[in-house]
T-cell receptor
Framework: DAGITQSPRHKVTETGTPVTLRCHQT?????MYWYRQDPGHGLRLIHY???????DKGEVSDGYSVSRSKTEDFLLTLESATSSQTSVYFC??????????????FGPGTRLTVL | GIQVEQSPPDLILQEGANSTLRCNFS?????LQWFHQNPWGQLINLFY???GTKQNGRLSATTVATERYSLLYISSSQTTDSGVYFC??????????????FGRGTQLTVWP
């Protein structure tokens, strides 16, 4: 299994509060991704990173920000959580550009509930 | 974006049966992956298959990129095959950044 952990695994918060989710990898891969999974939508890309301090938006980036100050950590922040951000959040990593196929490996997910 | 359609949305099988899952996509892609999400929510990569055919045990996959579809075959189904199967693609726009677009998945239930 790829060495990816996410924290916290579960969180309940209230509308308007800031929330930060952490993704940590031990594989030293350059590319990291945040997705959200909602019923009827599959997974949708929120933000991704292609190196330390290099990030870009995905399909559903409104209301989210990210930071990557170290290769191993990719943080997702909800500045002011809303009920529409209740979801399961997955982090993924990829060995893209390292001479391997672009296969993404996923973390265990974080279930976030915004009341 | 790109449209990724998976069929059927739901599939119920008896253990030992074979099945074919389909993924259609609306644009040229340079990356296609199949994932299995088990009943505990974990996403497992099954195949990286932008074109051609691959096999891994009872599972095999074929992608015909020119016709914009991919098929996942499961033979001799087992109860542990239950879960949701996702197809995900990346648009072919010259550069590869791993930005995947997912289909809505096929929910597979295998009964003993």
């Amino acid at each position: 299994d790829a060495g990816i952990t996410q924290s916290p695994r579960h969180k309940v918060t209230e509308t308007g509060t800031p929330v930060t989710l952490r993704c940590h990898q031990t594989e030293n891969h350059r590319y990291m991704y945040w997705y959200r999974q909602d019923p009827g939508h599959g997974l949708r890309l929120i933000h991704y990173s292609y190196g330390v301090k290099d990030t870009d938006k995905g399909e559903v980036s409104d209301g989210y920000s990210v930071s990557r100050s170290k290769t191993e950590d990719f943080l997702l922040t909800l500045e002011s959580a809303t009920s529409s951000q209740t979801s399961v959040y997955f982090c993924a990593i990829s060995a893209l550009g390292e001479g391997e196929a672009d296969t993404q490996y996923f973390g265990p997910g974080t279930r976030l509930t915004v009341l | 974006g790109i449209q990724v359609e998976q069929s059927p949305p739901d599939l119920i099988l008896q253990e030992g049966a074979n099945s074919t899952l389909r993924c259609n996509f609306s644009d040229s892609v340079n990356n296609l992956q199949w994932f299995h999400q088990n009943p505990w929510g974990q996403l497992i990569n099954l195949f990286y298959i932008p074109s051609g055919t691959k096999q891994n045990g009872r599972l095999s996959a074929t992608t015909v990129a020119t016709e914009r579809y991919s098929l996942l075959y499961i033979s001799s189904s087992q109860t542990t095959d239950s879960g949701v199967y996702f197809c995900a693609v990346e648009l072919d726009r010259g550069s590869t950044l791993g930005r995947l677009y997912f289909g809505r998945g096929t929910q597979l239930t295998v009964w003993p």
